[in-house]
């Protein structure tokens, strides 16, 4: 069966915060990787791909171990405007994705 | 320009009655995707389109659930005879390429509550 496993949370961390979630996934052939990003009551949305060798956006620094098989998402600098919950995802085969439930991350003034 | 619509935004039904969700994808997206989210859970797969053909319906949770593609774009999806664990919002996302590399854009979604 496949998964992917992420701590629920919530986060609660102040403004300018450094901030790290992880996710496990099942699947050692999955392909490929993502963190989406859902806000309350809203469709989820692509924040990042997560690439082998690491990846960076701004703030944002994605993370993938193979051998481990998990995948992390650090956040710099935290802003109130990160407050969402964070869907980790992987995609294997040619098609499907599977999705985690998501860790939910509050940033307080 | 136009992003994923899904249509009604709000559905309150009876147990019992009949259902009908629709999407309309992005402009070109040749993918189509129809997932479920109940409260405090992840997204559940339902149904992958590619074109108008469905080649992976594994994800219906029964024979009530039904779904349809017409000229490579709008999509419904059909529940008969609605139970209350069928409250949930329907969430459909397209993508322009048939690879998981591709991103999926998703609509809105519809609130479904069965009473």
């Known amino acids: 069966r496949k998964e992917v496993e992420q701590d629920p949370g919530p986060f609660n961390v102040p403004e300018g915060a450094t901030v790290a979630f992880n996710c496990t996934y099942s699947?050692?052939?999955?392909?490929?990787f993502f963190w989406y990003r859902q806000d309350c009551r809203k469709e989820p949305k692509l924040l990042m791909s997560?690439?082998?060798s690491g990846n960076e956006d701004g703030r944002f620094t994605a993370q993938l171990n193979r051998a481990s098989q998990y995948i992390s998402l650090l956040i710099r600098d935290s802003k109130l405007s990160d407050s969402a919950t964070y869907l980790c995802?992987?995609?294997?085969?040619?098609?499907?994705?599977?999705f985690g439930k998501g860790t939910k991350l509050s940033v307080i003034p | 320009g136009a992003g994923v619509s899904q249509s009604p935004s709000n559905k309150v039904t009876e147990k019992g009655k009949d259902v009908e969700l629709r999407c309309d994808p992005i402009?070109?997206?040749?993918?189509l995707y129809w997932y479920r989210q109940s409260l405090g859970q992840g997204l559940e797969f339902l149904i992958y389109?590619?074109?108008?053909?469905?080649?992976?319906k594994s994800g219906l949770p029964s024979d009530r659930f039904s779904a349809e593609r017409t000229g490579g774009s709008v999509s419904t999806l059909t529940i008969q005879r609605t139970q209350q664990e069928d409250s949930a919002v329907y969430l459909c996302?397209?993508?322009?390429?048939?690879?998981?590399?591709?991103?999926?854009?998703f609509g809105p979604g519809t609130r479904l509550t069965v009473l």
């Open positions: 995802v992987e995609g294997a085969g040619s098609y499907q994705l599977t």
């Open positions: 402009s070109g997206h040749t993918a």
């Open positions: 997560v690439y082998s």
């Open positions: 996302a397209s993508t322009s390429g048939t690879s998981t590399y591709n991103e999926q854009f």
């Open positions: 699947n050692s052939a999955s392909q490929s």
């Open positions: 389109f590619q074109g108008n053909s469905a080649p992976d």
